[in-house]
């Protein structure tokens, strides 16, 4: 049981340059999220997806769109990366228990934009 | 103001000692809340959650919830080094809501 995996793990850019973080879940979680961290701000909404084929705004979803390809799958993507997004990225899944919901993270992926 | 409040230490404190952490937060209408442990370049992994105010334990930790004062705590028992690592506190309005999350507490444990 893999649980979040997240790729890639590292990943350096120049400003101006896209890319996609791919993210999958294999305990057939409903909801998805992508956070970023960064020091002295804890973790921070970017995007989630309630279920599949939906997805709503974060706190800090500028410069970001996500795609739920499927239940297992949640892509975030940079368009134009910026230094100002240099940053620690994890995706997320969530469940729903008896007294609450709670979210197991994937190992995270460094992004740096140069 | 944010939602949720974490002082971020960092905290030191020797082997064996007893650990409290602590959140405050604004919104009367958190109902879940929870405790996750972070260890340096990785994914914070759940400790602990509970519903509305009272206690919980489970072996050397002890969460607290007081939402008359909105405030929550964990405690950590005979502290080990392993226990070194960022806490973070969450919580969200409903089972089915955003989860939102403290800014956490780095904590090294002095052997």
């Known amino acids: 049981n893999a649980g979040v995996t997240q790729t890639p793990k590292f990943q350096v850019l120049k400003t101006g340059q896209s890319m996609t973080l791919q993210c999958a879940q294999d305990?057939?979680?409903?909801?998805m999220y992508w956070y970023r961290q960064d020091p002295g701000m804890g973790l921070r909404l970017i995007y989630y997806s309630a279920s599949e084929g939906t997805t709503d705004k974060g706190e800090v979803p500028n410069g970001y769109n996500v795609s739920r390809l499927n239940k297992r799958e949640f892509s975030l993507r940079l368009e134009s990366a910026a230094p100002s997004q240099t940053s620690v990225y994890f995706c997320?899944?969530?469940?729903?228990?008896?007294?609450?919901?709670?979210?197991?993270f994937g190992e995270g992926s460094w992004l740096t934009v140069v | 103001q944010k939602e949720v409040e974490q002082d971020p230490g960092p905290l030191s404190v020797p082997e064996g000692a007893i650990v409290s952490l602590n959140c405050t937060y604004s919104?009367?209408?958190?109902?879940?809340f929870m405790w996750y442990r972070q260890y340096s370049r990785k994914g914070p992994e759940l400790l602990m959650y509970t519903y509305s105010s009272g206690n919980k334990e489970d072996g050397r930790f002890t969460a607290q919830v007081d939402k008359s004062s909105k405030y929550i705590s964990l405690f950590i028992r005979d502290s080990q080094p392993s226990d070194s690592a960022t806490y973070l506190c969450?919580?969200?309005?409903?089972?089915?809501?955003?989860?939102?999350f403290g800014s956490g507490t780095r904590l090294s444990i002095r052997p």
């Open positions: 919104n009367s209408a958190f109902q879940y």
């Open positions: 305990m057939n979680h409903n909801s």
């Open positions: 969450a919580m969200s309005r409903s089972s089915a809501s955003k989860i939102i």
């Open positions: 997320a899944s969530s469940e729903i228990l008896a007294n609450g919901n709670t979210i197991y």
